[in-house]
């Protein structure tokens, strides 16, 4: 609607019914985004090619239902959807309002989420590999695993390879050098991202995750360690935030 | 010069050479900020009459003396000219630089602020009233009475007015009410505000500062004292941001 | 009653029996607040125009509803009554001992508020808008909104505006600049208040929540966030108190 | 029995079959305790007179009844119980084991203290009072009433008499001035102790409580405020700790 | 003045000139303070009987001199003068405008404390112990010895008792139990106020001092061992603040 | 599989198909676990003689039961098997997995620990003692005693000596004396591993608990007090990590 | 001297005597750094292209001078060289010792970093964009800036488009999105990641800068807000590690 | 003295001329340490073979000096005498008081440390192995190694293998397997106990260091991780305190 007021003046223009004098005076009074600022999304969109995403905590799976419904019912989009934190009640609610492609909906419990995986292209140029330290650190882990996944990397994973037993990191060196981005999961003091990211030369982002009691205070140790690595292409994600690193390690995916 | 190009392009239209339709593509990659927002700041500094305002700390002599001259030779500005957080080094060089409005220049040695007072217009509806609580928080309270002065208001004080001797404070009653804005100034357990507040029914601005030693954290505890006063009308700025209070006063004062 | 001591004072003095140098002294152990001070609080009233507020963590759905009976019983007030913080099941209660009034109560369950408008009259001068970043901070807009409008004032809302999609933001400049007062609440890293203060040059009210995860600590980021921000037109409160940032902003807009 | 030991010893040296330079030797060695440290704890509960105290927080309702149990077969003892963080489950518990005394237990839900008071006899020379700031405060106010009074203090009370209002204080100056020892419970921004200080020339033990939310952390911002009270006959308790608070001004009335 | 106003006041009413009824409209407008107020200060004075205190930190030596020269010009005072945090510098400004009470002058650099004894009067019924653990917590604990002694009480000083070396406390038990309140200084982990609280049945003040590094954290460290205290009749002043805790010291002590 | 690869590169140099420098070049691009690091995990077991340890937290009865069943299953192995904070119903699960050395099992509710004794054999030299300080820092305590049992060790308590009381820990001086190592678990102020530390000579691992409430903070006030322990044999665990303590205690009590 | 083992091992296999067997056994027996671990620096080094860099802080002029004679002393290396946190007294050492290179030696006193451009070899693919908020947020920006060219990238820059006047920034849009990686160098609220973010659709590395006063508590509180972003493609590295943000940048713009 | 005391009483009792009944009355009344306490510190030295150590940090050169005087001048001792947090100009003090043994005397600027070293026995059973991660780690590791050798043990040391190296750390496996003890020194992050305590099964104490920047605050990420190390012979002490560390180290190499 806002083109076609503009459309207006710009007529008015060219029927010399208006002075470009004058149309620049009330040019700089139309909200400018009138002009261009929704394609500033589109564009955002197609350079990302993020899969659509719900952050499910503090959402009814009524209200989560509801979004997917409307995802699903854009037609010339085949996205992945990815809900986070979420949990079985939710899936049940995604599932019946999913149609035909119910079929394509996961509940990953580990993590609570909900994948709706409609489109395996793989956009990503090489493999994101996902490492974490305990097994309680794998929740986090798997978040990170599966929001790469959908949004088009080829993604490995590498489970269980905390620094106080540095061999069993040691013996998939390999993996870890064949990557193009590496995630790296910790909870307790945080060390893994420093060891890994001294035995690679490519970029590692640190996850901290909440593992741990006492002075680990909810990931704060772990966090702390991690800004603090003493390798210099570690960075780092929130605590816990599996899915945030997985949109870093995404973006750096793609260029 | 972007107002040129847009020119040109209106009168490409006005001419007949560019229809309507493709005035708008080529008008969507204009950077928008050629139409608009130049105008932004421009109405902002109308809006709020603000002086102008240099913060010194980090900045050295030469510095600040050469963005003084800069403001001074703005032939068409009778702003005033506050700079915060400096010394008597930098006034030297500010002096220098002033020419004939070197004697409107002064040095406030307590709070480390220099005024240049251009304009003694008052715009501010009401006063506003600086209540501090003893006498090492003067230096934030003088920094804020200056700068709410600069910005065209009538500026009363109130110090050493401390909770611990309530009646000093309740002598002073008939100041209070008479305030249209109130900046409050306390370090240690920052309580003034909480009993200000619950005196009269005018917005009250706390300021934590520094003040005191241990346990006040540099004004943390003074801090988290005034956010969360059991009464309603104090908000809250950073600790010691004196200026900052007497901002959001002069705002509330032009209302 | 002390009213009444005082009067006797007096016409003891006036019938002679009591010289004027022995009342002072008697006057002197006389406690002070029979003179004067109840009416300090009723003028409070009167200048503030506050709702009857009942904040309700804490208190049990009976003693809430006792309470809002004692007000309801009032005969010459009708003052608008908010209960903040509380639930469905109180909402019940109170709708029991509202009498025919109850068809005036309503129940706002997304923040967790009980509004019994009894007047619609308007008192602030101004709009006050209520802007708020993502959809997990809406509970506290809303409480700050329901709040601003009890204390008669217009109120307008601006939601889901956070500063990772600005172009959202920047679409609705002409609300912001109209407003007499913007409340800001934001969680997660609190940054809406400086990009909204910078658009305007009226005063904007912080509000962290405590949205978000991790290293958000329950609000922290935020509230470190807002007493940070760069623009110098921002104050704060305490984190998830829209109630506050309300009683802020209607006090300014009475200005 | 080690009184028993000594004695031996003694007798040894008596009969001569010891020397008194051997029997220092043998003294040397003779664990400590032996000798005269029971009498410390015994002299202790005679110069404070303290009821018996359980702190119930981590204890079942069983383990609870045990104790009481077991004070109230002491037969020389006359002293009141007190049981602290409990509720009504332990009450009918102890109830139960308490035979004929149980007339005298009585639980105080607002608090969670279980009183057996069976002495009313005031050792205290003066009386206590306890002061607090807002309704969420009461819990805490009242286990330091309770505490004090079982330990055998005449205790008053003051309520709501937050700061924001401080003429409701200032109505009850007279009973500031009369007490011996002022317990002063406030939460949020803890600033009634300073205010309360600066009125009396008597200690003021003052306790922060958890209440408020947000900044507040639980009762730190009340607890920091406490610590830097401009008042110089301010000290502090830890946070919700009426029972402490009572034990040192019941130390402080019987000096 | 004010009592002028008062007076005329009355004698108006003694003269028939003004009703009693208008006499009470007209009280209330005068400012209160007018009736009541400054003696509530003298009262203060008069019970505490404290010294007169300068807090030296953030004044100049001539700022000090100034105050110092207008106490003693106090015709009917014989107060002592305690200056706390202070140096060497206004030492030499206080001697200078001391005139012949110069004598009485002294400097005491370990704690930077100055002390001009003019009267020697014990007016404090017992002894107030200070207890230190180290020999870096010793500037704090002569704050608090001058401070007590300066507010006419006999006080008596135990240095270096850690509790690491247990024997070297209990060798002094005497002392401990001989005292009427105990000032207990300590740094690092705070202990000992715990110990000394365990072994005397009489109020113990705990002053953490700032003493340690690393995670001690200027003394927050002590600050929460102290708070936690599990000896009852323990209170905590703010870090390094020997000064309030004397003060609170004397007012127990005068009870 | 390695080591076969490994054979056969010797094979081919022992055939001469391969010279010795070659086989070098080829030996550096194996993963160089293929070659030793197994027997590095071996070597540790065999060194520390631990127990196999569970942490139970964040697993489900069946994932435990099922790691149970798996270590029973190990012929070779006499291991004492350990399982640390876990329940009743996971008890139940580990005993019906356990066969005939079901009746070996057992669970400690206090501190949540099951274990299952398959050898008595005692392999650390001397006697560790864990000393707690009040009743509710028994569980961390007993966890310590388990864990420490199940490694072989001769394990004596002491619970209940609290520093309040300090004559209660001076009591059982010999039995410190006789220890060596000593475990010291204490929460609120944790001054207790100083007290202990000044009394022995040999190595206290202190463990902070986070029994208590308001400023202990979870145990944070018993970790810095033991962090700033004045006595140099104290060294620190995490927070409520009475198996870190035995384990660290085992590890000195073989050596 | 290890390969020299390993070569005789060999050898002995191919003279036959030693059999394949035994020789496996012996091998496991070497340190496994003497077969492959050297090497992984060299390959590290290849692979990231690296500047010789040297973290000057902590560091005495003689001491940097000595190490950067070494590192020009290597023949075959035509490395950049970089020195962190430094100063000019260093840059004097560094030109002494420099020789015909040390025309090549720059000090940039805002960051205080010595750059020694030996190569001016472009490796990085695309354009590496520092933004930063204020004027104070600078030297970090410059070191970053600095850093990233040392590596072989192609660097702009984009100061002083801090949130409050996001016009500033919209103004830049083209550069944000012709850029491969960014990083945002905020101090205060840490904002300006968030709103870059939004923007863009690469990898934004956050930098927090200890800018700022009172609650920013030397950086954390712009480090939270950036941990804490809204927009998905953020990373946060240490505060004020300009440095750090720059490697990771580095990192990314190679692959 | 005391035992004078005794032995009187002990006398007179085997003179017959006091009961041992009324002997045990008086005995209680004894101070205790006149039995046996004088003897607890007697022993500990002997037990521990400790060094004589002095605290340095806030004490003069001649307090220092005379503390050493005092120590040279015990005839009957040899132990070596150590002083740690000190400076040059101490040393040249301790020189001039140290007479023949002042050859012996040495300074370590880097430490800080002043060592006399008078005897070379060593106690010790094994080695301590001191390992640190950066070259800002060495100052607080060679107080360590100091400190160790100080109290007569066997020190090694192995520096600059910080973990994200890691392969110069597994390097020198031979050297961690061949200790008794382990220090662990290291900044930042704080992630090298973990990878050692993962390599070794002896104890390990971990020293954090105050090394770093921004969010390493002082020292407590590497406290922080080291609390949470997931290797379980892990001990810490406080920040920078090689001392403290190296006294433990002691004490376990006595056992």
Do not use: W
């Amino acid at each position: 609607m806002n083109s076609l007021e503009l459309l207006k003046l710009l007529e008015s223009v060219q029927a010399g019914k208006l002075t470009p004098a004058k149309a620049i005076e009330r040019l700089k009074h139309l909200p400018f985004e009138d002009l261009d600022f929704a394609k500033v999304d589109h564009h955002r969109t197609l350079r990302q090619g993020f899969a659509e995403v719900i952050f499910g905590k503090g959402k009814t799976p009524e209200q989560i239902a509801k979004i997917v419904r409307a995802m699903l019912a854009k037609k010339d989009s085949r996205h992945n959807i990815l809900i986070t934190r979420t949990d079985a009640k939710t899936f049940s609610a995604v599932k019946r309002v999913a149609g035909k492609e119910s079929r394509l909906a996961k509940f990953h419990a580990l993590s609570g989420v909900i994948t709706i995986e409609r489109s395996k292209e793989i956009s990503g140029k090489g493999t994101i590999l996902v490492v974490s330290a305990g097994t309680s650190d794998i929740p986090v882990a798997e978040e990170a695993v599966l929001t790469a996944r959908m949004m088009g990397n080829s993604v490995e994973q590498l489970y269980d390879v905390g620094v106080a037993g540095i061999h069993r990191l040691l013996e998939h060196r390999s993996e870890l050098t064949e990557a193009r981005v590496i995630i790296c999961v910790a909870g307790m003091e945080g060390a893994l991202p420093s060891v890994v990211g001294g035995l690679v030369g490519i970029p590692v982002i640190a996850v901290p995750t909440s593992t741990g009691y006492g002075a680990s205070f909810g990931g704060v140790a772990a966090l702390l360690g991690m800004l603090n690595s003493c390798a210099s292409n570690v960075t780092v994600v929130n605590i816990d935030n599996g899915f945030g690193a997985a949109c870093v390690a995404s973006c750096i995916n793609r260029l």
